[in-house]
Structures are given as C-alpha cells and as structure tokens.
C-alpha cells in the first residue's frame, strides 16, 4: 500500500519507467522520503486514509436460504484527516452501520458496477476505533457455492466453500478488498449441528456439537486470502504439523495422496527459510471446486481431481505450500503484479519438486507447462489484448481474472529461471531468501521489485540482464532459457509412431515405467494426421478414457474430439457433469464448439452440468457457449 524509499532510488531508477508506470503513482513528499501511494484499480477502498487492521466476523450460516447472516467489525486505523472510511461490497445487502457499537451512522454508495461491485462509504469520528456493519450475502454472491447434498460425496449434508481470490472476498464481507492492506481477523460462526466450520486461520480437528466456532488469524494477510468451507468434514493428520480434512468418504486417499507434504515443507523451509504460519493443513473440497488449489494461509482449498491414488498429481500441493512464502508473505500490491505472485510461486514449486523428485522429474513438470506458456502466448499476441504478454499487466476496467494466463505463471518463473542461470544458483538463492524475509507481511509492485533485484542481485553481481523487457514488453525474450527434458524426448519418438501403426505394441511403450506426465506428453503429441481408428486402439490398450487420473483423461477428451474420435462418451459425460474444476471444463467446451455436432453436445451437457458449476466457471463456459445471450435457454 504505501512505500517509502530513499529518494536517490527513485531518481536513479525512474529511468527504468515508462511513462504509464510513473501515471500508475502518486508522489508526495514525505519528509526525507518519498511516500509512493499504489493505486489499486480493481478496489474503491481508501486504505491510505483510513485502513482496517483487524477485522471480526460474527455469522451464521444459513443453509436452507443460501445467505451468510451477521455484522463485521473493522477495528480501524486514522492515516489523515479523513473522515470517510470506504469499503468494497459486491451483491451485499447492508442492514446497518454503527461507530464504536453505540452511535448509528448512515452510509452511501457508490455506483454499480457489474465485475468491482459498489463503493460503500462510512462517515467517522476521529475517535471512531471500531465500524461494526450488519449484513447479509445474496444467494447469487461470486465467493460462495452452496451445494445440496447430493452433490456432495457423503449425499447427506449440504456443503459451503468460499473463493476470494481475486476480487470476491466482497461478495461476503464488505471489506477494503485490496492486496495492498493487510489485516488480521477473527471469526465467531453458527453453522447448524452435525457441520464443520475451517478457515484460513486456527482450526479444530473435530465437530462442536452445536456448531459454534471460533477462529483467529494474527498474522497479517490481504483479504483475498480469508476463506471458509463448512460441510461434513473430518480430519486426519500427516505430521505433527500438517493434516488433512475432506469429506469421510475421500479422507483416506486424500492422507496416502499427501503423505510427502511434511517433506515438501522441509525442503521448502531448506531453499528459503521457516515456515512461518505454524500448522499447515489441506482440505479436499467436492469436485465443483473451480480451481486446482487455492493458498488460503494455514489451510489450503485443493480440487479431489488431484487425488489420482498414485500421488502423481501432488505438485499442486507444492505450489500452493509456495504461496506461503511467495503470495502469503511477500504479496503482489496490485492484481496488475499477479506474476509476483505466481512467477515466484511457479519457480519455487518448481524447485521443491526438484528437491524431493530429482532434476529429471522438475524438468519434465516444467516443460509442460512451458508447452502451456508458447502455446497461450500465441493466443494472447493475436488475440483483443497482446498487452497481457506483458508481466506487468494493466488490468484496469477488466476483470482481475483475465491475468490468470501462462503469461504471469510460466513466463514469471521463466524470468527467475533466466536469472539464475544467469547470476548462478547459489546467489540467486541468497537473493531470494532474503526478498521474502525483507518483505515478509508486506505487498510489493513490479516497480519496487525491479529495483530491489538491480540494487541487491544484478547490480553487486556485475551482472547485465534485459529486466525492462521481460517485464514491460510483450511475448517471450529470446535469452529466455531453455529446458532440457530427456524423457520427453523419447516420449515424442513414441507418439510420432502412432500413425499408421498396425498394433499399440509397436509404440514400445512399457505401461509400468511411463509415468502419469509421460502419459500427458504422450496424449498431446499425437500426430494431427492419427484417425479415429488410432485412437480407438490407443483407448482399447491404455483405457485412457476410464483411467481416472483426471490430467490424462482431460488431454484425452480434447484431443479424442479434435481428431472425430468421439463428440462425447459416457465417460466425459460424467466427467463434464461432476467436475467443475475451470481449467479441464474449458479447452473441452471449447474444442466441442469448434463443429456443428460438438456444440449440440456442448449445450446439452452444459444444460443439466451448469447447476453444479461455480460462479467463476460458469462464467468461462457461457461465454463460450453463448449462454446469455442465447434465447433458447
Ligand atoms: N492462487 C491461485 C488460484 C487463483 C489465481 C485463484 C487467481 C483466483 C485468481 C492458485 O495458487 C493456483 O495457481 N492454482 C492453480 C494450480 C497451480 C498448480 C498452477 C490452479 O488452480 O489451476
Ligand atoms: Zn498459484
């Protein structure tokens, strides 16, 4: 939110700038420094003025009307003179607002707008301590999915998560909803018997009868990260300080699944430093979750789509563990400095695998991704926005969840990976350990990070390096490294045999050996000349479209469409109905439009599936689809 740095360093840098970043910033002087105020574009709080710094919820969970019910209090902090304390609402309805729990006060809003949600002002005294605002969600609110029974695993009980990231945390408590100001909170909830209440903060590991639960986060945190599940959930733990919760019937494959993750924190802890949030937990929510994961501190939210028996998919629980240094200590101050988060959390993930797995292994995740990176790279140069290319993205007036691309993710950890090779390992490592520990509880923009790796990394280190290009110019810079993965190599020779081959045997792949990433080179190597009659005799020996390991059977689909095999089978039928997870329903959908046949298909699935989709995924696939806009739904 506010940064204050020497004056020398903003003048020896401000050439570095183009104009629009310098547009981006507020100066004023401050003394012997120079106070840079951020501007957050996708939040109307005024954090800078007059800020939250604990926040305490006080809710009950309604179930049978589908809305969160209670008051927030805002423990609140005076930076000047103003007297107008402004939070972010999106779809809330405000019951009403009091100073210090004994004057009541009106309130105004702002105009509505349809992905920011309105302004929300509040009139304060300078001795106001605490605004206490009563309210209620509506049921269409974006952060939650409450589902019935029946979709969940155990059939009995209904089931509530939340998404925050990145601008929803709005949707259910009006907040200053900006990753610029971090606050602590705490949380009293009612949820009805028989349920579990988990947070992003203390948790029990059993049910109260009654179903009361309280919840404390001391640490620091922007808002996106508060999050909440409450359903039928149990416990097991892992290690002393790790544990998992899903329902009954996914807990004990969910604990084999994620039986390394104490180890993973080991070495996460050996490259940069403790874990400093004490316990850390996962949950397993139902398979609507929209996301692979989600780093809420202390707790991470994880699709049951990872659960693939072999633990073959766990590389996500090392990406969300990251988010605990990159994203959780160290976070982006803007949704425009995403890559901050992702790049750094994308490269670390990177090298946890690559501690406990070997380099052989972190090369082939990698390149896969990187497969990701060309592929979506392309798409962004010829598509409405070639500007997202950039890592510093100006997202102003679009939805914050437009930089969730490769671009943020690959690119951003390409960048590091360039850089290291560039500076070596040891000296990089250095480097970062102590950005995280020097920024640790803080936000940060590219700008400030750009001049912290001139001054503490590349500068001392004598080293040369194209910053301003990777970070403010489009596409891929070609001193981008390259990685080196063997084993793909040879996987590639076996898909290219896959034309016109007589028997699967020929391939000479051995099953047993190939492991599931092999499989996921493999699928998306297949040559575009094979024939419906190669990819049945692919499926008849590799059953590629029962497998159950959710990455392969996802790859398949896209490409048995693309290739006529099949529009659809019962299998991605079932697959398209009960998983909502954005990342597989999307190039499905999207490969199925592509013929007359597949969007008939398309339409009629998404006809009964879109009921069991959340509000984010629902939001990719009608536009893919037309939904709205078509009269005929
Ligand atoms: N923080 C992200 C998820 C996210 C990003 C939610 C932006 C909303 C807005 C999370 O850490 C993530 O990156 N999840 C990935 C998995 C990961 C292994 C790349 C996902 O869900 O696919
Ligand atoms: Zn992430």
């Given at each position: 939110m506010k940064h204050f740095l020497p004056v020398v360093i903003l003048f020896l840098f401000a050439s570095c700038k183009d104009d629009r970043h310098e547009e981006e910033r507020t100066i004023t002087n401050h003394e012997q420094t120079e106070e840079v105020e951020v501007v957050d574009a996708h939040s109307y709080a005024n954090p800078t003025e007059v800020r939250t710094q604990h926040l305490h919820l006080n809710i009950a969970i309604d179930f049978e009307k589908q809305i969160i019910k209670g008051k927030v209090e805002h423990s609140i902090e005076h930076l000047n003179e103003s007297r107008n304390f402004i939070v972010d609402i999106h779809d809330l309805k405000i019951d009403s607002v009091f100073l210090d729990d004994s004057i009541k006060v009106d309130w105004e809003l702002g105009n509505f707008d349809s992905i920011m949600g309105q302004a929300m002002h509040i009139p304060v005294l300078p001795e106001t301590k605490i605004v206490t605002i009563h309210y209620e969600t509506s049921p269409n609110s974006k952060a939650l999915q409450w589902l019935t029974p029946q979709q969940t695993a155990g059939k009995k009980f209904p089931y509530l998560f939340t998404q925050?990231?990145?601008?929803?945390t709005r949707t259910w408590i009006p907040c200053q909803d900006t990753p610029g100001n971090r606050i602590s909170y705490s949380a009293d909830l009612k949820v009805p018997p028989h349920l579990m209440a988990v947070m992003s903060a203390t948790n029990v590991t059993s049910k109260h009868k009654a179903g009361n639960y309280h919840f404390e986060m001391d640490k620091r945190i922007p808002t996106y990260l508060i999050a909440l599940a409450v359903g039928d959930i149990h416990f097991q733990g892992l290690s002393d300080r790790t544990g998992v919760y899903a329902e009954r019937e996914m807990l004990s494959a969910s604990a084999y699944e994620f039986e390394q993750v104490e180890e993973m924190i080991l070495a996460a802890e050996e490259l940069y430093g403790a874990y400093r949030w004490g316990r850390y937990d996962m949950i397993v929510l139902p398979p609507s979750f929209p996301y692979g994961g989600m780093e809420n501190p202390k707790l991470t939210f994880a699709t049951p789509?990872?659960?693939?028996?072999?633990?073959?998919?766990?590389s996500l629980i090392a990406h969300e563990l990251a988010h605990s240094w990159?994203?959780?200590?160290?976070?982006?101050?803007?949704?425009?400095?995403f890559w901050l988060n992702e790049g750094f959390t994308v490269y670390f993930e990177n090298r946890i695998m690559e501690k406990i797995y070997g380099i052989d292994y972190a090369n082939m995740l990698f390149s896969i991704e990187y497969d990701d990176l060309i592929k979506e790279n392309e798409e962004i140069l010829n598509g409405?926005?070639?500007?997202?290319?950039?890592?510093?993205?100006?997202?102003?007036?679009?939805?914050?969840?437009?930089?969730?691309?490769?671009?943020?993710?690959v690119k951003g950890a390409l960048f590091l990976k360039t850089i290291e090779a560039a500076v070596g390992r040891e000296k990089f490592d250095v480097f970062v350990d102590q950005y995280f520990n020097e920024h640790a509880f803080q936000t940060i923009t590219t700008e400030d990070f750009i001049i912290y790796l001139e001054e503490e990394l590349l500068v001392p280190n004598e080293v040369n390096f194209n910053v301003d290009e990777w970070v403010y110019e489009k596409g891929i810079p070609n001193n981008a490294i390259k990685i080196e993965s063997s084993r793909f190599d040879e996987v590639e020779l076996k898909s290219s045999k896959i034309k016109g081959m007589k028997s699967v045997e020929e391939l000479g792949i051995d099953p047993e050996k190939f492991t599931t990433h092999e499989w996921i080179h493999f699928i998306r190597n297949i040559p575009e000349t094979a024939t419906p009659e190669e990819f049945a005799m692919l499926d008849s020996v590799y059953n590629f479209t029962n497998c159950g390991n959710a990455e392969v059977m996802a790859v398949w689909y896209v490409k048995s469409i693309e290739h006529n095999y099949t529009y659809i089978n019962e299998s991605m039928r079932l697959f398209l109905t009960e998983v909502g997870r954005r990342k597989f329903l999307e190039p499905i959908y999207e490969e199925l439009v592509k013929s007359e046949e597949g969007l008939v298909v398309a339409r009629d699935i998404y006809a009964s599936a879109r009921a069991n989709y959340h509000s984010i995924s629902v939001g990719t696939i009608d536009e893919i689809l037309n939904w709205q806009k078509n009269s005929l739904n």
């Open positions: 925050g990231q990145a601008i929803l789509t990872i659960i693939a028996g072999d633990r073959s998919l766990v990159s994203g959780n200590l160290v976070t982006n101050a803007t949704w425009d400095d409405e926005h070639p500007e997202d290319s950039k890592l510093k993205l100006d997202l102003a007036g679009r939805d914050p969840d437009d930089g969730m691309t490769a671009i943020a993710y």
